[in-house]
């Protein structure tokens, strides 16, 4: 078996071990640009996404702006309107507004209409009593009413115990039919009862039957199983038998089997065990001969490096000097470096500061016009309502002083036309004589009076001959009902009053 000689194995795995280094710097540094173009792009996302915050929120923000300016004028536009209606309404109300002679007008038409109201109530009652009260005082009248009260009682009692009767005879029909439906129920009931016990005496009867058959079914059939029974037992037997039988054979064929192989393991392994004995010589030789190589070189390397040691430590002087020499002036190189470094963060913060400075007196600014701009709404606003208040201040005024002008004028009218009429009557009596106008007023009472009380002897003539043929009328239809009742009712049967018995 070939072998590979160590000292190529050792340079074959340094080259690997640098390869897969510089792979595993490449990767590192692709995924370090990864980095920062990701960095770069997710930077970028954000930025993007705050100046479009940004945008949005100033356009909301003038959006608003422009609502609260429409909503504003809308206001404005709605107080004026509201106060041109105030007005229209204010002017409305005075036009509206009735004068006290109107009123007093109507007041007296008011009055008059329900004094003649309560006068025709008072004369409708006073006649109805008076009707009554003559009626009370006639004998014929009071005898015909006893007679019709005597007469409806009678029919009201005639009439309820036609109803009485009615009824009874109704709960009668009722329980003879309920009766005989009862009955009839009992005896179907009876009939049911029977025709049941028929049916299920006959179903017992066929059950008894289908029971002695289902018997004999059963009988057979378990005979058939026992037999079949016995049948598959001894399959099963002779089955079992033939499986053991294979089962044996199988087990001797596995053993054979396992014994062969067990032979080709042996064999095998015993070439693999040679095969490794003469690696381990090979090997032991290889390393005797790579050590010995080795030492060989550690020597004359050895000496090498003890040459070169000298070389290296005068190298080392000179270069330890001239690093002292670099180091010193890099240092002050450095120094300049970081001084030009804060100088250039102390420019960028100046200049931050700068934009903050001048963004808080912008919004300093803006805040100050809000609240100029707010107060001086508010104090619009206030104007407004104080002049709204002086004028109507000034209109609730000449609206007092007007009806005061009105009452006054209403006043004088009211005097005026007093004293006119005192005036004008003053002036009628002293015109007439008093005593001819009383005698002639008794005089014309006295004849009204006649005539009314001939017109009431009249009437009263007319009302008696009028109620007599009323009560007559009621009298003749009673009898007539009882009449009819009787007479459809049959001889003997119906109520019987105590003067007919």
């Known amino acids: 078996m070939a072998t590979i000689p160590s000292h190529l194995r050792a340079d074959r795995l340094i080259i690997k071990r640098q390869q897969q280094e510089i792979i595993h710097e490449g990767m590192m540094a692709g995924q370090h640009d990864q980095f920062k173009v990701a960095q770069k792009g997710m930077w970028e996302n954000r930025m993007v996404d705050v100046i479009r915050g940004n945008r949005v929120k100033s356009k909301a923000q003038a959006i608003d702006n422009q609502h609260k300016a429409s909503l504003q004028a809308r206001r404005i536009k709605l107080a004026e309107k509201l106060h041109a209606e105030q007005k229209a309404y204010?002017?409305?109300?005075?036009?509206?507004?009735?004068?006290p002679q109107q009123r007093m007008d109507k007041m007296a038409?008011?009055?008059?209409?329900?004094?003649?109201?309560?006068?025709?109530?008072?004369?409708?009652?006073?006649?109805?009593?008076?009707?009554q009260q003559w009626r009370s005082?006639?004998?014929?009248?009071?005898?015909?009413?006893?007679k019709i009260v005597e007469l409806k009682v009678i029919a009201e009692r005639d009439f309820q115990l036609d109803e009485k009767a009615a009824?009874?005879?109704?709960?009668?029909?009722?329980?003879?039919?309920?009766?005989?439906?009862?009955?009839e129920g009992y005896l179907a009931k009876i009939e049911r009862e029977e025709r049941e016990k028929e049916l299920k005496r006959e179903r017992n009867d066929q059950q008894t039957r289908t029971l002695a058959v289902q018997l004999e079914m059963?009988?057979?059939k378990v005979q058939a199983e026992e037999e079949q029974e016995a049948a598959e037992v001894g399959e099963m037997k002779k089955l079992w038998a033939a499986q053991a039988a294979e089962e044996k054979e199988a087990i001797i064929r596995e053993r054979v089997l396992a014994k062969e192989e067990r032979?080709?393991?042996?064999?095998?392994?015993?070439?693999?065990?040679?095969?490794?004995?003469?690696?381990?010589?090979?090997?032991?030789?290889?390393?005797?001969?790579?050590?010995?190589?080795?030492?060989e070189r550690e020597r004359i390397m050895a000496e090498r490096e003890e040459a070169e040691k000298t070389?290296?430590?005068?190298?080392?002087?000179?270069?330890?000097?001239?690093?002292?020499?670099?180091?010193?002036?890099?240092?002050?190189?450095?120094?300049?470096?970081?001084?030009?470094?804060?100088?250039?963060?102390?420019?960028?913060?100046?200049?931050?500061y700068a934009a903050w400075e001048k963004e808080e007196l912008a919004r300093r600014a803006l805040m100050e016009e809000v609240y100029h701009d707010r107060a001086e709404q508010v104090r619009l606003k206030s104007d407004v309502r104080e002049k709204l208040k002086e004028e109507q201040a000034k209109e609730r005024d000449?609206?007092?002083?007007?009806?005061?002008?009105l009452e006054a004028i209403e006043q004088e009218r009211v005097e005026g036309e007093g004293l006119v009429q005192k005036r004008h009557q003053e002036e009628l009596f002293r015109q007439m004589d008093f005593h001819q106008v009383q005698r002639h007023r008794q005089l014309q009472q006295h004849a009204i009076e006649q005539r009314q009380s001939l017109i009431a002897e009249e009437k009263i003539r007319r009302a008696v001959a009028q109620e007599k043929n009323k009560a007559g009328h009621i009298m003749r239809e009673v009898q007539e009902r009882r009449a009819a009742k009787s007479a459809a009712a049959g001889p003997g049967a119906g109520p019987v009053a105590p003067w007919d018995k």
């Open 398 to 405: 000449m609206v007092e002083s007007e009806i005061k002008r």
């Open 90 to 99: 204010e002017k409305e109300m005075v036009d509206r507004d009735e004068t």
């Open 263 to 295: 032979k080709k393991a042996d064999e095998y392994m015993e070439i693999q065990q040679a095969q490794k004995a003469e690696e381990d010589r090979l090997d032991k030789e290889f390393d005797k001969n790579f050590i010995n190589g080795v030492l």
């Open 218 to 220: 059963k009988k057979e």
């Open 109 to 131: 038409v008011r009055a008059y209409e329900l004094k003649k109201r309560r006068e025709e109530e008072r004369k409708a009652v006073v006649q109805e009593k008076l009707y």
């Open 311 to 352: 070389k290296a430590k005068k190298k080392a002087i000179e270069f330890t000097e001239a690093l002292k020499l670099e180091m010193a002036r890099k240092a002050e190189s450095e120094e300049e470096l970081i001084k030009l470094q804060k100088e250039e963060s102390e420019r960028q913060w100046a200049k931050r």
């Open 167 to 183: 009824i009874m005879a109704e709960e009668k029909a009722h329980d003879d039919f309920y009766s005989r439906l009862w009955h």
């Open 137 to 146: 005082g006639i004998d014929d009248l009071r005898t015909s009413d006893s």
